[in-house]
């Protein structure tokens, strides 16, 4: 532009200004953030640093939710318990916690990690020969890059940023001004340009990458108890003498409460003496509960012995080898009367 | 625009906007392309959401907040004769903002459930059935309980649980936000148990691992 320096041009308008104004602060905020890619590409091309997006928040509060990571890589034999790495899973998801356990294998390492806001261990460890220590943590960077990374976020950006270096362009040529200064306007108009592209396009072109803090809980019910039945005793059996219609007939009736419905009784016939077994059986199966259970001694059962013990023991009818751990018992004798015969009685 | 404009001149180099939108151009190419050489890791950053949130599993709606263990006190059978069984359900609850995937293992104490007396297979039985109810019919006085677990879910474990981790769901089961997922539990004490078994009692632990979606 030719212009002659203070040639007497109209004073610009305030919508002009505003704009002007409105233009150079979209490009400062434009500069800043261009500077911060360009500090994050040449990090990255001195130090190998990578840039990590944290998508959620594990590792908070040391790491929050949409913070911008930087972490450099580091050999598996300089790592140490309590430094946050950032590693690949199997499954290609990047996991960025803090090392709580480390077992080294020569040049290879077993990393257990956990987040900050977990509270337990990553369910697998991880083995590895190097990993990515994080540096620094950005709170809400990681928001910004994503949104500058994103296909709308590019396009806008570059858009924004390019009608805002026109408009200023603009108003500076309205302005008047010589030509040095319209130069440097517009290099430095450029560098700005430059770093807010540049910061995009190194966000696409793979330098931060997401990462989670992935969250876990555990929870734990721990049961009452359960418990398995124990078979109770029968009281102690009663026994009275029951008359038959002849001698023979009479029998000693050895009875007791059913304890349970779900119980039978093994009763057995043995001598007081000796302890021998001479008669036994099942009786009280289905009875119903506090209804009289009985055997009746008779005659038939007796061996030769006189004196006799009718031990009776309590088992679950449904699960026969469940039996009671006591039983109780009654005594019972033969009786010879003259000339009529034998009955059974019940006493010593 | 003014009355007294100047002439206009032809466009060149030094003009301001030309320049500039030259040096976006090249800037836009350059951008794109130029930096995939220098970073190879894995992971696209495009897509993918920002979870702030808070991943937390309940039980029957209790255990808010991370950690802790529920007395599940109707978890419980008493006076169990052979052969009987009891059904219960179980509610995994995800009481967070993100939906999270659960396993869970178990184990048992106690002599109805460890004791050498009796085979494993005539010890205390648990069958963990996801997606499904559990109810009892029969009462404990009758001692003619049985359990059952509904018709719907899907049965992940049956068997004994022992001093050790016994994984009674392997599979990952997913629940969203605010989701419930019920678990029916179905414990049998065997009509092979033997006497020694009498009497004898157990407690159950579960223990349920949650994690967030699409962690590894």
């Given amino acids: 532009m030719t212009e002659q320096p203070g040639s007497a041009r109209p004073a610009p308008g305030r919508a002009r200004v505003a704009a002007g104004l409105a233009a150079d602060g979209v ?23 990578t840039a990590l997006v944290v998508r959620s928040g594990s590792m908070e509060p040391t790491i929050g939710t949409g913070a911008l990571a930087l972490a450099r890589p580091v050999a598996a034999r300089d790592v140490e318990v309590g430094d946050v790495v950032s590693v690949v ?19 290879v390492a077993r990393l257990t990690l956990r987040g900050d806001a977990n509270s337990r261990p990553d369910a697998e460890p991880y083995t590895v020969s190097a990993v990515d220590r994080v540096v620094v943590a950005v709170p809400v960077a990681g928001r910004v890059v994503a949104v500058l990374s994103s296909p709308v976020g590019r396009g806008l950006s570059v858009a924004v940023l390019g009608g805002a270096v026109a408009v ?15 130069r440097h306007a517009a290099t430095t108009s450029a560098l700005l340009v430059a770093g807010a592209v540049l910061l995009p396009g190194v966000a696409s072109g793979g330098a931060p990458a997401n990462t989670l803090a992935s969250f876990t809980d555990t929870a734990t019910a721990t049961s009452a108890t359960f418990a398995a039945h124990a078979v ?25 409460t059913q304890v349970d419905r779900a119980y039978e009784y093994t009763w057995e016939l043995r001598t007081t003496s000796t302890g021998a077994l001479v008669a036994s059986g099942v009786v009280g199966t289905g009875a119903a509960a506090g209804s009289p259970v009985s055997v009746d001694i008779g005659t038939a059962l007796l061996g030769t012995a006189d ?3 009718v031990v009776v023991r309590a088992r679950l009818a449904g699960t026969p080898a469940w039996v009671a751990t006591t039983t109780t018992s009654t005594a019972v004798r033969r009786q010879t009367v003259a000339i009529l015969g034998v009955s059974v009685r019940c006493g010593a | 625009m003014s009355a007294h404009r100047a002439p206009r001149r ?44 808070t991943l937390d ?27 009987e069984s009891a059904a219960f359900t179980l509610q995994v609850k995800n009481l967070g903002s993100v939906p999270f995937t659960y396993t869970a293992r178990g184990t048992s104490s106690g002599e109805l459930a460890t004791s050498t007396s009796a085979t494993s297979a005539q010890r205390l039985q648990l069958t963990v059935k996801v997606g499904s109810t559990g109810s009892t019919t029969g009462a404990e006085s009758t001692h003619d309980r049985v359990g059952s677990c509904s018709a719907s879910g899907t049965q992940t474990y049956s068997g004994p649980l022992g001093a050790t981790d016994t994984s009674v769901v392997p599979t990952a089961q997913t629940i969203a936000t605010g989701g419930t997922q019920n678990v029916c539990l179905l414990v049998t004490l065997p009509s092979a148990a033997p006497n020694a078994l009498q009497g004898k009692s157990a407690t159950t632990t579960l223990v349920v691992d949650a994690k967030q979606v699409g962690a590894p």
């Fill in chain 1, 307 to 309: 004196s006799y013990q």
């Fill in chain 1, 168 to 182: 200023r362009a603009a108003v500076r040529r309205r302005r008047g001004g010589t030509a040095v200064q319209g």
């Fill in chain 1, 232 to 256: 109770v005793s029968q009281a102690q059996p009663g026994c009275a003498d029951v008359n038959g219609v002849l001698v023979l007939g009479n029998v000693a009736r050895v009875s007791w």
């Fill in chain 1, 89 to 107: 899973a199997p499954s290609g998801q990047r996991v960025t916690h803090r090392v709580v356990g480390l077992r080294r294998d020569g040049e």
């Fill in chain 2, 10 to 53: 032809r466009r060149s180099l030094r003009d301001v906007p030309v320049r500039v939108l030259l040096c976006l151009g090249l800037l836009l190419g350059f951008g794109a392309v130029g930096t995939m050489a220098y970073w190879t890791d894995t992971g696209t950053l495009t897509g993918g959401s920002f979870t702030a949130g």
């Fill in chain 1, 27 to 49: 490009l400062w905020v434009g500069a800043l953030l261009g500077l911060a890619g360009l500090v994050l590409v040449v990090a990255g091309w001195l130090l190998g640093t």
């Fill in chain 2, 57 to 83: 599993v309940g039980l029957d709606a209790a255990l808010a907040g991370p950690g802790g263990t529920y007395a599940a006190t109707t978890f419980a059978a008493g006076n169990l004769v052979p052969g």
